[in-house]
Every structure is written in C-alpha cells, then in structure tokens.
C-alpha cells in the first residue's frame, strides 16, 4: 500500500512558477513510476508528466519546455516544477503511482494522492 500527499500549490499569475510536491510512504518508491495528472473543473482528468526509476521523463505536449518533473529517491519525493504558468495550466493537480503492467500480482495498484490547487490568474 502507497499513501501521496501532494503539496505546494497556490495562486499565481501568469509567467510566474510554482513546484508542486509529491511525498510517498513507502521507502520502496524508487521501484516505481511516478507521474502528475491535472483536472480543470468540468474538464477531463490529462496526463501532464511521468518519470520513471531510472529518470526518464515524458511530457505533455502542453507543457514541454515549461515544466520538469524530477525525484528525489531519498526523501521519498517527486516534484513538478512549473515555469512560465499560463491560465490554462490552472487545475487541481494530482500525484499518481501507476501500477506495474509488468508485475500485477505485487503492483497491480494505480495509487493516487488528494490534490492540489494550482491558479493561474492575473
């Protein structure tokens, strides 16, 4: 069983940044793919980023070049760094631990933490 908390979220106008938190509970993170999804209100819930254990990076075509996901293992933790914020980025932001298609047996969970606002308005 994993438990995300996201953090970090707020207001802020557009071109500002913010970096948004993801801390897990379990030690054996670094085993798995973590990623972040955003919700717009009325809106579908969309893929924004994903990381994998070995560092690999994906990016919505939304967002490449103005946000980086990245992690760090020891603290159990996955940021999403978010530059040149624009008002369509505002949404409620989520972590998400996705299970492994590889291994269902023993990860067959797709893990989601509660959210996080982020407003992007002037």
């Known amino acids: 069983q994993v438990q995300l908390q996201e953090s970090g979220g707020g207001w802020v106008q557009p071109g500002g940044s913010l970096r948004l938190s993801c801390t897990a509970s379990?030690?054996?993170?670094?085993?798995?793919?973590m990623g972040w999804y955003r919700q717009a209100p009325g809106k579908q819930r969309e893929w924004v980023a994903s990381?994998?254990?070995?560092?690999?990076?994906n990016y919505a075509d939304s967002v490449k070049g103005r946000f980086a996901i990245s992690r760090d293992d020891a603290k159990n933790t996955a940021y999403l760094q978010m530059n040149s914020l624009k008002p369509e980025d505002t949404a409620v932001y989520y972590c998400?631990?996705?299970?492994?298609?590889?291994?269902?047996?023993?990860?067959?969970?797709?893990?989601w933490g509660q959210g996080t606002q982020v407003t992007v308005s002037s």
């Open positions: 379990s030690s054996r993170i670094s085993l798995r793919t």
């Open positions: 990381i994998v254990s070995g560092g690999a990076t």
């Open positions: 998400n631990v996705p299970p492994r298609s590889s291994r269902p047996d023993v990860y067959g969970t797709d893990y």
